[in-house]
DNA sequence: CCCTTTTCACCTAGGTGGTAAGAT
DNA sequence: ATCTTACCACCTAGGTGAAAAGGG
């Protein structure tokens, strides 16, 4: 009913271990979260959420590989990431992909924006929930409501606002878009910094 | 209750006699149209509508300036554009201005992107409308329902692929930050095109 | 002859990790 | 020592009018 897209670079990640940069004004994911929605009513209007919860209630740091270092901070509760098609019908939903591209990623609590606040060196799991419109407004009240809610544990990263692991950093090299004035061009790529 | 945010930098536009260019693939306006609305309910949610009606029966052509030109070419029924904040609460629309900045023209009957469609050589006025959420269904079915609408004169325009005014061409160079490159800095600036 | 289409250099706008300095 | 911040060069993505070519 909610299958992931693009799972075959997430596991990619996942093998070596995602690593997200959170900063102050907010970063986006990559990879990014892409579902395929099915089985929903075509005329009926739904919301689909996102939001991002201790997958580990353990603090990590990194010393050539992740390690388990303390217990986790407590967290605020989660905010919630809406999509910007909601609410739309599922016939909509359905038809295409739907990504979450423009989600970002901050570690600045005072943050204005609607961005997703984490902590720093906290692992991360990221869930999707599909809820009809008629059952939205009961969200902000507390009262039971039906959610057709995934989790993908392929998708889980750890905070940070620096790569630790260096393989990480060329895996994202290799694979985003924006990331291309890093990737070596038949011969190393060396890049300058006046000061 | 609905009033143009940026009526100063149109009102420069219309003295010399508003263009805008259509293409194939769709072109944005400029001057942008930005409204502020007021005296919505707070809590009631709203669409915001803009289409494009026919401001003079004429076909025009230019010479030195514009001049009618024999009969209008019959229209098809207009398409409308639906602000992308829509719906929103009355508080969310009289929060900040209304920007239609992403709204695109076409001279392309076959366009499938919702684009707005017109015939060059027609002079054009912009209506923005103002309708109850609860009332948008029976916009589709014909129903009598409640709108607030707002023609602006103002920002008429006669729709190009080319502009015919040289002062016009020279009025968006100034003041569209797309065109800067347009723009001659201390000395005349020549663009050179190799073929 | 007049209007339309295509392609271009030149911008705006904003997403990357690197790097060095700052903070704890 | 470890983590965070600020700024940078280098990208993607896409909005401009100019110019030349296309079409009736």
Redesign the pocket.
């Known amino acids: 009913k909610i299958a992931l897209e693009n799972a075959e670079l997430w596991q990619q990640f996942h093998q070596i271990g995602t690593e997200m940069?959170?900063?102050?004004?907010?970063?986006?994911?990559?990879p990014?979260l892409k579902v395929n929605l099915s089985g929903l009513d075509p005329n009926t209007k739904y919301f689909v959420l996102l939001d991002l919860v201790l997958a580990d209630d353990s603090r990590?740091?990194?010393?050539a590989g992740w390690l388990r270092?303390g217990k986790a901070e407590p967290q605020w509760p989660s905010r919630i990431y809406t999509h910007p098609d909601s609410p739309a019908t599922g016939a909509q939903w359905m038809k295409h992909e739907v990504s979450f591209q423009?989600v970002?990623l901050t570690?600045?609590t005072m943050d204005q924006q609607g961005h997703l606040v984490l902590?720093?060196?906290h692992k991360y799991v990221p869930r999707i929930h599909v809820i009809a419109a008629s059952d939205y407004a009961s969200l902000h009240w507390g009262m039971p409501t039906t959610i057709n809610t995934a989790a993908f544990n392929v998708c889980s990263f750890i905070a940070?606002?620096?790569?630790?692991n260096?393989r990480m950093?060329?895996l994202?090299?290799d694979n985003?878009?924006?990331?291309?004035?890093?990737r070596e061009?038949g011969q190393l790529?060396?890049?300058?910094?006046?000061?």
Chains 1, 2 share one sequence.
């Open positions: 940069i959170i900063t102050k004004l907010g970063r986006r994911m990559f990014t990590f740091r990194f010393n270092s423009k970002k570690n600045n902590t720093s060196m940070v606002t620096a790569y630790a260096d950093t060329q994202k090299i985003n878009p924006f990331a291309k004035g890093f061009n790529r060396v890049k300058k910094r006046q000061l």
